[in-house]
């Protein structure tokens, strides 16, 4: 069964934590991203990767860290210098510059 | 940078209304154009696309999207909604050969039964 998984599905964390949020596809895709999604605001793009070793920033990076060392996946790191990172994450691939599929999304809450 | 805006945040209708959303985007190249649609529970899922051609697009669902370059405008239309196209509803905005992506802000749209 092809597609993008994210685990866990729900987090809680404490707040001065950092926590990885995972990210795995098995479509082949060669890019990968990483999106917040909060009420009203649509989702924002924090990091992407075209190719393995490689990322980039989005638009809201601060706070947020990533690696690409496999193909398949692309897990996010909220550190603790986020300051709001109570939000619902979305992680996506595509091939090349091609259609973006998501994953079901992880939500993350600090307490 | 592009940025896309989405006029409704909240539409409301019932079953068998037509229904429009609109979206506008500022970028003044080419672009690729996306809808999709985020029903309650599930993922995020492409709705329809708009790359090059023909400007009237049609995707899943019996939902289509028309194109208007020189209104930088990409509105998605369903003549008659179903109680299960409720739902929330993104449109998507990249430059051609751009891996980013600028979302709206989404419209949550409600069909009574």
């Known amino acids: 069964d092809g597609g993008i998984t994210q685990s866990p599905k729900y987090l809680f964390r404490k707040e001065g934590q950092n926590v990885t949020l995972s990210c795995e596809q098995n479509?082949?895709?060669?890019?990968m991203y990483w999106y917040r999604q909060d009420p009203g605001q649509g989702l924002r793009l924090i990091y992407y990767?075209?190719?393995?070793?490689?990322?980039q920033k989005g638009d809201i990076a601060e706070g947020y860290s990533v690696s690409r060392e496999k193909k398949e996946s692309f897990p996010l790191t909220v550190t603790s210098a986020q300051k709001n990172p109570t939000a619902f994450y979305l992680c996506a691939s595509s091939m090349d510059l091609g259609t973006q599929y998501f994953g079901p999304g992880t939500r993350l809450t600090v307490l | 940078a592009q940025s896309v805006s989405q006029h409704n945040h909240h539409v409301i209708l019932s079953e068998a209304a037509s229904l429009e959303l609109g979206c506008n985007y500022s970028?003044?190249?080419?672009?690729?154009l996306f809808w999709y649609v985020q029903y309650p529970g599930q993922h995020l899922q492409l709705l329809l696309k708009y790359f090059s051609g023909d400007p009237l697009v049609k995707g899943i669902k019996g939902f289509e999207a028309e194109f208007i370059k020189s209104k930088f405008s990409f509105n998605l239309r369903k003549p008659s909604v179903q109680w299960s196209d409720t739902a929330e509803y993104f449109c998507?905005?990249?430059?051609?050969?751009?891996?980013?992506?600028?979302f709206g802000a989404g419209t949550t749209v409600t069909v009574r039964a």
């Open positions: 998507a905005v990249n430059a051609l050969r751009d891996y980013k992506l600028s």
């Open positions: 990767s075209q190719i393995v070793n490689d990322f």
């Open positions: 479509l082949n895709h060669d890019a």
């Open positions: 970028y003044g190249g080419t672009v690729n």
